[in-house]
């Protein structure tokens, strides 16, 4: 069975299939190391032509088994960030909701349903979003989601 980090990696160069400059950038680790990452500073820009981070910050596997000590099915726990670029100066937190934040939100929807498509061996149980401002020394902005999925 592949593994969830390779999944989401595999979806996110899918996000960016026919595009010249790659606009979905996928990182995992913890993250006090996201904190060390440059992002690039576009939050000038309209939403579409900026670069978005899917970050991939922990997965537990809990494998659970069956009579003969096979794997039955892993329950995958993480968190992963879904974020764009912003202005610590930004007029006001409505704002940020209307001009990214939401359509992060949607996005983080999309994706989730990338993974878990119908063919393959992912099912969603828990997909908990929290926004999140200004985070990171470079001001991101987007979705903080816990996650359950269990994998066949």
Request: charged share 30%; aromatic share 14%.
């Amino acid at each position: 069975m592949k593994s969830l980090q390779e999944t989401f990696k595999e979806t996110v160069d899918g996000l960016n299939a026919g595009l010249l400059n790659p606009l979905f950038h996928y990182a995992y680790g913890k993250d006090h190391w996201q904190n060390l990452s440059d992002h690039e500073k576009n939050g000038q820009l309209p939403f579409e032509e900026r670069s978005k981070y899917i970050k991939l910050l922990y997965v537990d596997e809990d494998p659970q088994f069956n009579q003969f000590n096979g794997i039955e099915k892993v329950a995958y726990t993480g968190e992963c960030l879904f974020l764009a670029s912003s202005h610590l100066a930004d007029p006001s937190y409505e704002y940020k909701f209307e001009t990214h934040i939401k359509k992060l939100k949607e996005l983080c929807y999309d994706f989730r349903d990338r993974i878990t498509y119908c063919g393959s061996k992912l099912e969603t149980i828990k997909w908990t979003m929290v926004e999140v401002e200004n985070i990171y020394d470079n001001n991101l902005d987007g979705v903080k989601v816990k996650f359950t999925i269990h994998g066949r």
